[in-house]
């Protein structure tokens, strides 16, 4: 049986001194969305937290509702929410001083809990805000800004009806949720999730990089019939532009990605192919990026979950 029935995990990794070229680096509030920021000497530490559940309700646009009921479909392998919430929320954080606050902490954050919803698992803002996001982000800040606490209050609120919907559509009563503040690429190769259905956010900073269905199948099909290499050669042909199977999108800020995963049932070789933008740490540039999954595809070890 579980040892602890939920539990989150914060931890923070500083990077090692380097060289800074803030010349190449846009400030945020432009289209860029990338600052530069100092170095710092390393260090860690980490903090475990409960997370209670209580309800949430919130009406959302025709555009959120249809993106994830598409994911019933087996023709649906990937769907975003492009919709006017979206915009307000990107609104609030350009305007909030949030990107200011961030650009001033050393190194990484990596928020991680497993969130457990009510008997329809809906989950509030107050349970994704006992995962202290606002303490983790900003214990280390330099300057933060008036409208800094409003706009971490507005993330956990979207962060929890992300994980809603989530946990609606996966079919299951929690999820695990990760906040991460990145100053490294994280996945640069082209790849496909082995889970069921993996849902990304990003919240500043550059957007995932998502290859079209077709050209994910294709990928995927040249690799089963004929091999990996095979594979990897159309994967960089795609990633560099040519037109062949559709163009790669890049998911702008504050956009819902639903990604069917290869252990969604009969999505096996049907993955969507994705990968991480660059992120030059040299240069200061960071993104602030939300990932939800469901817990019985994630490594349980990480959030303090073990067996008696």
């Not at 503040?181 to 956010?201: E, F, G, N």
């Not at 690799?223 to 560099?240: E, F, M, T, Y």
Request: aromatic share 6%.
């Amino acid at each position: 049986s579980p040892r602890f029935a939920m539990s989150a995990f914060v931890s923070r990794v500083v990077a090692t001194p380097s060289t800074s070229r803030d010349s190449r680096v846009a400030s945020f509030g432009t289209k860029s969305s990338r600052r530069a920021v100092p170095r710092a000497r390393a260090a860690s530490s980490t903090v475990v937290v409960a997370v209670s559940s209580t309800t949430v309700r919130q009406q959302h646009s025709l555009e959120w509702t249809d993106a994830w009921r598409s994911m019933a479909s087996p023709s649906t392998r990937v769907a975003f929410v492009r919709d006017a919430e979206r915009d307000a929320l990107r609104n609030v954080l350009d305007t909030s001083g949030l990107a200011q606050a961030l650009a001033t902490v050393q190194g990484e954050v990596h928020v991680r809990g497993l969130v457990r919803g009510g008997d329809d698992s809906e989950i509030t803002s107050s349970d994704v805000a006992s995962l202290h996001i606002a303490g983790a982000l900003l214990r280390d800040a330099q300057v933060i800004p008036t409208g800094v606490y409003d706009a971490v209050a507005s993330l956990e609120f979207d962060i929890a009806s992300v994980v809603t919907e989530y946990c609606k559509v996966a079919d299951t009563p929690r999820a695990v949720v990760e906040l991460t503040l990145l100053r490294k690429t994280l996945c640069s190769k082209y790849h496909v999730d082995h889970v069921p259905l993996r849902v990304m956010v990003t919240y500043l900073g550059a957007g995932t990089e998502i290859l079209s269905e077709s050209a994910s199948l294709a990928i995927s099909l040249t690799s089963d019939r004929i091999g990996r290499g095979a594979g990897d050669v159309v994967k960089r042909l795609v990633g560099q532009g040519g037109g062949f199977f559709g163009q790669k999108t890049c998911a702008n800020t504050c956009e819902v990605v639903l990604m069917k995963g290869e252990k969604w049932p009969g999505n096996a070789g049907r993955a969507i192919v994705h990968r991480s933008p660059d992120v030059d740490a040299c240069c200061g540039e960071w993104r602030l990026t939300l990932k939800v999954d469901h817990p019985k595809h994630v490594n349980a070890i990480g959030f303090g979950i073990g067996n008696e």
